[in-house]
């Protein structure tokens, strides 16, 4: 296994470099350089009310893995560029060797066919690899009478919601439905969506779905 530190493909040969690899055309090695920072679970949450939870990452770490950096470096011809947001799959912080020294820092190594979304200094969100973010339907509890209210409370949708971002922009604040097995919630820009693929969507709402 090579040290990515000393070495990395370039244009289908070897070049070695001495650590420092900030100015190099990438290439052929399918991985994007991301910073996340030097820890790479999240160790706290913030509550609605401003207070701090802290975490404790051991227990359940693929719950607290972190799912977005900023791109260090990328490789030719791919559609992230260097200083995009990147979200990808929590899964890629437990990839044996995922973590890399790299010019005197850490970084996550990300394969980009485990990339999710992108978004740029303007703040757009990109779908990449035909991802979709749905936000899900918020289920209000219903009214018994004018002045007896139900006692449930409201519940998020596992079959239904808006989307915020398709590789289709056309398809952007849609209501869609899908089936229950993509209702796994990933924090994206600071809301909770389902993140599955476009094929995954069932079809489209005029209105909706009541239950």
């Known amino acids: 296994?090579?040290?990515l530190a000393l070495e990395y493909q370039v244009c289908f040969f070897t070049v070695k470099f001495p650590m420092d690899i900030s100015k190099?055309?990438?290439?052929a090695?399918?991985?994007l350089i991301v910073d996340i920072g030097r820890d790479p679970y999240e160790r706290e949450k913030v509550l609605e009310n401003g207070s701090k939870l802290f975490l404790d990452p051991s227990y359940k770490p693929t719950w607290h893995a972190k799912i977005?950096?900023?791109v260090h470096a990328s490789f030719r011809?791919?559609?992230v560029s260097s200083g995009d947001k990147l979200y990808f799959h929590y899964t890629c912080v437990e990839m044996e060797d995922a973590m890399q020294?790299?010019?005197d820092d850490n970084y996550l190594l990300v394969p980009s066919d485990m990339a999710f979304f992108k978004v740029d200094d303007a703040g757009k969100m990109t779908s990449l690899n035909n991802k979709?973010?749905?936000l899900p339907y918020i289920h209000e509890p219903k009214m018994l009478t004018s002045l007896l209210h139900s006692l449930e409370q409201p519940r998020k949708s596992e079959i239904q919601g808006l989307i915020l971002c398709h590789p289709d922009e056309d398809m952007i604040g849609k209501k869609v439905f899908f089936h229950s097995r993509y209702a796994f919630e990933n924090l994206i820009e600071g809301q909770e969506v389902y993140v599955m693929d476009a094929d995954a969507i069932d079809g489209v709402l005029e209105t909706w779905i009541d239950g």
């Open 29 to 31: 090695g399918r991985r």
């Open 68 to 70: 977005y950096g900023k």
């Open 132 to 134: 979709v973010a749905v």
């Open 1 to 3: 296994m090579f040290n």
């Open 24 to 27: 190099a055309i990438l290439g």
């Open 77 to 79: 011809g791919s559609e």
């Open 101 to 103: 020294r790299i010019d």
